[in-house]
């Protein structure tokens, strides 16, 4: 693997401050929120898909697809998990791998089979609304899809994932277009050896790639940090403007 499965990291977070601006949508009967900009800073003709981790759509990931808006993005965030995404801070011994295999109740998986169509019926949906270039954020869970629909044909022109787990090395191997990636200094999921070997990978793709180390930030930073931490909150700012100004050198 080019980073490893989720563990219980995936889960734990802070809930920042802020009201999303944004509405719900459905996607056919995938549920979705979705944040438009407005104004002259808008980049006609592209869009964000926000692949978001475990928490799904939640405040936190509400608030950065309206600051990709902001930005001039128009973004949408399909809800990955069929109604059954986490609550923040699950409790010890929460088993992160048997809800991915079987969901809440035993019969809502979260694998790739099941995923792989939503992230089709957004890509397919925001195609249908007259968007011609495609770019994907993709935060730890969500990191992976957003791997997985950048080879050729697939969807996603450019991507940024935070913190990603779960990618094969063959998923990273296979894309086609520019990808950056925002590393934790402490990931127990993409730590050093994942990074370097991940690198390789991208040399050999010949795509356009950018990896950025945070110091002192862990596993989620750029999504769940206690923003009264400097460190964690300018790490977070940063990596989130990684995420725009590779869009903005890419995908417009």
């Known amino acids: 693997m080019a ?41 006609k003709g592209t869009a964000i898909l926000y692949l978001p981790d475990v928490i799904g759509i ?16 128009y973004t949408i965030i399909p809800d990955l998990f069929n109604g059954d995404a986490l609550k923040l801070n699950r409790p ?22 099941y995923v792989d169509p939503i992230v089709e ?23 992976k899809y957003t791997i997985r629909f950048m080879p050729k044909g ?8 935070a913190h990603p787990s779960f990618v094969e090395e063959s998923e990273l191997a296979a894309i086609s277009g520019p990808l950056s990636i925002a590393a934790a200094e402490t990931d127990q999921i993409f730590p050093a050896e994942k990074r370097h070997k991940s690198e390789t990978i991208l040399i050999e793709t010949k795509q356009p790639y950018q990896i950025n180390l ?6 989620g930073f750029s999504i769940r940090c206690d923003t009264s931490k400097k460190i964690e909150k300018f790490s977070k700012e940063q990596a989130f403007l990684q995420a725009v100004t590779w869009f903005d050198e890419h995908l417009v």
């Open 3 to 43: 980073s490893n499965p989720p563990a219980q990291c995936c889960t734990v977070g802070v809930k920042h401050e802020g009201e999303p601006t944004g509405k719900s949508i459905k996607i056919g009967s995938i549920e979705a929120y979705v944040a438009e900009p407005t104004g002259k800073n808008i980049h």
């Open 58 to 73: 939640w405040q936190n990931s509400q608030l950065m697809a309206d600051q990709l808006a902001v930005n001039g993005y």
């Open 92 to 113: 010890a011994g929460f088993n992160l791998m048997e809800w991915l295999a079987k969901g809440t109740g035993g019969n809502n998986p979260h694998t790739y089979e």
């Open 121 to 143: 019926k957004s890509i397919a949906w925001l195609k249908e609304q007259g968007f011609k270039k495609i770019g994907s954020v993709g935060y730890c869970f969500g990191a």
């Open 154 to 161: 697939k969807g996603i022109d450019v991507g940024y994932v």
């Open 214 to 219: 945070y110091s002192g930030v862990s596993h």
